[in-house]
């Protein structure tokens, strides 16, 4: 099962600013990795997939990177409404498919 | 517009059998390369996969929970259904199901979700 690591736990950051959150994987998943955003009572949302695609009607604050086992999702300049958690997701070697076990954005 | 709903009940006893039915539009679970999955979510914590079917009835699952789920599907009606065995008070967690490979055929990535339905385990 590749394990899937999510640093840090939670990230304080201003509005305005720019948020990088990672994420490890236990081993490559190449490119084919997802990042999901939820918000308190609500489902989450895929933002990216492939590791660098954005979802449709995601803004282009939200940027992915990364290959193997080292990914960023970056979100330029933070508005309001995202702080949220953010879960990344292996889809490479699976089943399991695996998730991350989240990092918390909130407001500085 | 893709919408999906889980329903089922909102409480089980420990040692009951677990059935969620996941409804969905706007997709055809007849169409190569597309399948649907469920992930559930304990109160506060992460998401974990929990299984998923394909188009052709293909089926995968959790290996860690694969001696007590069962996943179905009845194209006809555009369900999906998900039996648990054996609950437990560790399963009490909200329960979605997603399609995948509307992206691109059979990219396990889930989106859109459903709202999910929150299951608690309790006697």
């Known amino acids: 099962e590749i394990v899937m690591t999510q640093s840090p736990a939670t990230l304080s950051v201003s509005p305005g600013e720019r948020a990088t959150l990672s994420c490890r994987a236990s081993?490559?998943?190449?490119?084919?990795l997802a990042w999901y955003q939820q918000k308190p009572g609500q489902a989450p949302r895929l933002l990216l997939y492939?590791?660098?695609t954005r979802a449709t009607g995601v803004p282009a604050r939200f940027s992915g990177s990364g290959s193997g086992t080292e990914f960023t999702l970056t979100i330029s300049s933070l508005q309001s409404e995202d702080f949220a958690v953010y879960y990344c997701?292996?889809?490479?070697?699976?089943?399991?498919?695996?998730f991350g076990q989240g990092t918390r954005l909130e407001i500085k | 517009q893709i919408t999906l709903k889980e329903s089922g009940p909102t409480l089980v006893k420990p040692t009951q059998t677990l059935t969620l039915t996941c409804t969905f539009s706007?997709?055809?679970?007849?169409?190569?390369?597309?399948?649907v999955g469920w992930i559930r979510q304990p109160p506060g914590k992460a998401l974990e996969w929990l299984a998923l079917?394909?188009?052709?009835?293909?089926?995968r699952y959790s290996p860690s929970l694969r001696s007590r789920l069962t996943i179905t599907k009845d194209t006809s009606k555009n369900q999906v259904v998900l039996t648990v065995t054996n609950m437990d008070p560790v399963d009490t967690a909200t329960y979605y199901c997603?399609?995948?490979?509307?992206?691109?055929?059979?990219?396990?990535?889930?989106?859109?979700w459903g709202q999910g339905t929150l299951v608690t385990v309790s006697s």
């Open positions: 997603a399609p995948m490979g509307l992206l691109r055929s059979y990219l396990a990535v889930f989106d859109p």
């Open positions: 706007g997709f055809s679970l007849s169409t190569s390369g597309v399948g």
């Open positions: 079917i394909y188009w052709d009835d293909d089926k």
């Open positions: 081993q490559s998943v190449r490119s084919n």
């Open positions: 492939g590791a660098s």
């Open positions: 997701q292996q889809n490479n070697n699976w089943p399991p498919i695996t």
